[in-house]
């Protein structure tokens, strides 16, 4: 995972250790260590990323094809509540 205090920039697990809570104890650390808002990407065709992130309180909006891929994104955001 690549990340600062407002944005994961690339979060990617193995996919042998994918489904045993790695991803999910990464994107922990990262509200942990944020402002209390967090940013971050995924393509429109990635459902089980999409699934993931609304899993852990993130709201999808909607993105664009300004990366690398030229792919349509969403972006997602996660705001620490109360």
């Known amino acids: 995972m690549a990340n600062s ?13 994918q489904r045993q809570g790695v ?7 990262a509200k942990e260590r944020s402002k209390g808002v967090l940013s971050l990407r995924t393509f429109e065709v990635n ?4 699934v993931f ?3 852990h309180g993130f709201i999808a909006y909607s993105g664009s094809s300004d990366n690398e891929e030229n792919l349509p994104d969403l972006q997602f955001v996660w705001k620490r509540s109360g």
Do not use: D, F
């Not at 205090?5 to 250790?17: D, I, M």
């Open 5 to 17: 205090e407002t944005e994961v920039n690339q979060l990617y697990v193995a996919p042998e250790y």
């Open 23 to 29: 991803g999910s104890h990464l994107i922990k650390e």
């Open 47 to 50: 459902q089980r990323a999409q």
């Open 53 to 55: 992130y609304h899993a």
